[in-house]
């Protein structure tokens, strides 16, 4: 049905001569006036006609299984309705765009929290009630193992693991050597809808109102959870209140819903409450980290080397990429990477915002700024130093990359030449020092289809993308309107409907380039329609103000498309961009202030500056990048998940007690964009974006707390305790 797009038929500069203006705007949301009045419909908010309610019940016991599970106990209770289990498909996904149904324990029990059933009945608090009085029996196996650091079932993951030239040789013969430990706790993604799902039947078709990122992907997960055809299952998420990674993969309430309104023949809602939404969702694994730097005088690195530990569940396939951005962000003939599994029972370690870059970098790039130190050069000139100018070790060119950009414009912008030498700035009780840290993102594409209408109405927009609080609505409208040469108010998006066609989903930051690309690209179709209907050559045609203009000929667009102009495109990854490295880069720069007796850290500004292709809406990606700084903030300074170090059951399950950086915590963040066209990465040139801002922060905020009063902190995150 669809063209796939080839390179060469991109007219990469279109979206530059189109001359709407209305692409890159700081365009508002179309969707923020209903979100602010509370007029955007969330999972949890959308009913049916004799709905029930279902709560999920968890396991108790780290590892065993369940001996007894039946309504006995909680028969007679005032409105129960019923006991599924079904035994097979109550846990939740720790993989995004698996297709497929998550890791099916049966009985068995993997983690503390695991769902193992859901108590159905006519009103939530009947169903909650009914699964606090269930009577569970598990049978608990005598051995457990819940931490890392001491587990003994540890893995080398080998496709991780790989050496370039001889990093041992170069440390003995470099002039300045890093050789540290890095640790980074366990992170959850904490959306701010917690996940939520509406199942009902209707002549053996599911529809599902649920909260995810990856409809086209979480359709075939939940089908085949249900052994149901994929035809058979309709994903609606119209908003969706975040995500970060939690929402990639079909969840335990989804199919829960899903099964007791089979089994009911009426509608089921279940809703995870908070703390169900910490202990079995999933989680960001703790890492340990040695970063190895091998430099000579001028502080050239000769060698890099990143080993980590993470953990996971056994069975899960999903390991945290720790080290991607180490392979490409500094030079060095002699690399070592080295990775390992401890295959503990805690939660499910999944992808939370920035997969790797954002634990990774806060190791590399507080490795890179004790080189600085040790080197005696200055950190932004050290990085400036070591870019390399091919992949050191594929060779291949980057598509784009303004990372010296980004450190020379933010070192300038942020007055880093004024940086006080480390201990030396003191205003009363609190130590003053800035730190500087890369930002990096690497770049991919997702298959992603489109359908574009024009009629003398406007523009109809649709694809089954979700807008996760990124911005789909406004960028995907803007792209229409660019290329239609319409207002954006006459252009329409509509969004998180599997019965539309299939998008990347919004994941990986490739949401807006992949299913961006196939909205441009269904566009470019109808452009050509319009300049055959106009009977000139498509190159010639102009649309603007609603008029389209071609050759000699200029016509009111509603004139050409009286009976509605339809087409549908869509992009695959295919080979597109392959003999180029792909990713976003910044620089952070932060000025902390840390007291003297109490070790406490304020952040008192900070400063982004980040390149990643063509911006699509300034306004959007500003929010995404103080977003991800913010996170940066909470990663350096609280964010900590701890576990019971019996059981292994996640105790900072709610957000009184898990930490987050709060508005007292962040002070005015700044954000700069450096402008690049990538034609490699897709044809509207865009990079990734949305994880690009949280990958460096929180190093540019503990390097800064190194300035301030010497204290090196390579435990994250930098609580009292440790900086005092
Ligand atoms: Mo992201 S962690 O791929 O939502």
């Known amino acids: 049905m669809n063209d796939r797009f080839k390179m060469d038929e991109a007219q990469p ?4 001569s189109t001359g709407q203006g209305i692409i890159g705007t700081e365009m508002d949301r179309p969707d923020g006036r209903l979100k602010v009045c509370g007029a955007a419909p969330y999972a949890a908010e959308f009913a049916a006609d004799r709905m029930a309610h279902g709560v999920l019940v968890r396991a108790t016991v780290s590892k065993g299984r369940v001996l007894a599970l039946n309504d006995e106990s909680i028969r007679e209770m005032p409105g129960f309705l019923g006991l599924f289990h079904d035994g097979t498909m109550l846990r939740n996904s720790a993989q995004g765009m698996a297709g497929e149904a998550p890791v099916q324990p049966g009985l068995r029990v993997d983690y503390h929290g695991q769902s193992v059933a859901v108590v159905v009945a006519e009103t939530f608090e009947q169903a909650r009630d009914a699964a606090q009085q269930l009577a569970v029996r598990f049978e608990a196996a005598e051995e457990v193992e819940v931490d890392p650091e001491t587990a003994e079932a540890i893995e080398l ?23 540290s430990v890095y640790t980074t706790p366990g992170h959850v993604s904490a959306a701010m809808e917690p996940h939520a799902s509406l199942a009902e039947w209707h002549e053996g078709n599911l529809s599902l109102h649920g909260s995810y990122q990856m409809l086209r992907f979480n359709k075939k997960e939940l089908a085949d959870s249900l052994g149901v055809d994929a035809d058979r299952v309709r994903i609606l998420a119209p908003f969706v209140g975040g995500g970060f990674g939690s929402k990639l993969g ?5 199919v829960a819903a899903a099964v007791a309104a089979r089994e009911l023949d009426r509608p089921v809602r279940v809703v995870m409450a908070r703390q169900q939404v910490f202990d079995c969702v ?4 703790e890492t340990r980290q040695r970063l190895r730097l091998a430099a000579d005088e001028d502080g050239r690195l000769s060698g890099v080397g990143h080993e980590d530990r993470i953990s996971q569940l056994p069975e899960e396939s999903f390991g945290e990429p720790t080290a991607t951005a180490t392979h490409f962000m500094y030079g060095g003939k002699n690399r070592l990477y080295r990775k390992e599994i401890a295959r503990i029972h805690r939660t499910p370690s999944g992808s939370v915002r920035a997969p790797g870059e954002a634990v990774g970098m806060l190791g590399l790039e507080g490795a890179m ?12 000139e050290l990085r400036l130093r070591n870019i390399p ?28 030449e004024n940086r006080p030498a480390a201990g030396s700035r003191r205003e009363g009780q609190w130590y003053i020092g800035c730190g500087v840290a890369s930002a990096a993102r690497s770049n991919s594409l997702v298959r992603a289809d489109a359908r574009v209408t024009l009629s003398a109405d406007g523009a109809i927009v649709e694809t089954d993308l979700t807008d996760i609080g990124t911005g789909s609505y406004a960028i995907l409208t803007q792209i229409a309107a660019e290329m239609l040469g319409l207002p954006a108010s006459k252009v329409t998006t509509r969004l998180g409907d599997t019965d539309l066609p299939g998008a990347s989903g919004s994941g990986g930051s490739f949401g807006a380039g992949s299913t961006g690309s196939a909205v441009f690209l269904a566009a470019k179709k109808i452009r050509a329609r319009l300049a055959e209907k106009l009977g000139c050559d498509v190159d010639s045609l102009t649309l603007k103000d609603g008029v389209a203009r071609g050759g000699n000929v200029e016509k009111p667009l509603r004139d050409l498309c009286v009976e509605p102009i339809c087409e549908e495109a869509g992009i695959t990854a295919g080979k597109l961009g392959d003999d180029y490295e792909q990713a976003s880069f910044g620089a952070h720069f932060a000025e902390v202030a840390v007291h003297a007796d109490s070790g406490e850290v304020r952040v008192r500004r900070m400063l982004g500056v980040f390149a990643a292709g063509r911006i699509l809406n300034v306004k959007t990606a500003r929010s995404q990048c103080i977003g991800g700084m913010v996170w940066g903030i909470g990663s350096a300074l ?3 998940l701890g576990h019971d170090p019996r059981t292994g059951h996640i105790i900072t399950r709610d957000l009184a007690n898990y930490h987050i950086a709060s508005n007292a915590d962040v002070p005015l963040i700044d954000v700069h964009f450096i402008e690049e066209r990538d034609d490699q990465s897709n044809p509207i ?15 540019a905020v503990v390097n800064a707390i190194y300035n301030a009063c010497g204290v090196r902190i390579r435990a994250f995150p930098a609580t009292p305790d440790k900086v005092v």
């Open 13 to 16: 500069r279109l979206l530059d």
């Open 157 to 179: 993951d080998e496709d991780s693991s790989e050496q370039f030239g001889d990093l041992e040789a170069a440390m003995a013969e470099a002039v300045h050597t890093v050789d």
């Open 250 to 254: 079909i969840g335990a309430e989804a």
């Open 282 to 285: 999933l989680r960001r694994t």
């Open 369 to 380: 700024d004790e080189l600085a130190e040790v080197c005696g050069i200055d950190p932004v």
């Open 389 to 416: 100018d091919t992949h050191p070790e594929t060779g291949k060119p980057y598509s784009s990359r303004s990372l010296a950009e980004c450190l020379k414009q933010g070192a300038s912008q942020f007055g880093w």
């Open 638 to 640: 609280m964010e900590e």
């Open 685 to 699: 040139q865009s990079k990734a974006i949305g994880e690009l801002s949280i990958s460096g922060a929180g190093a």
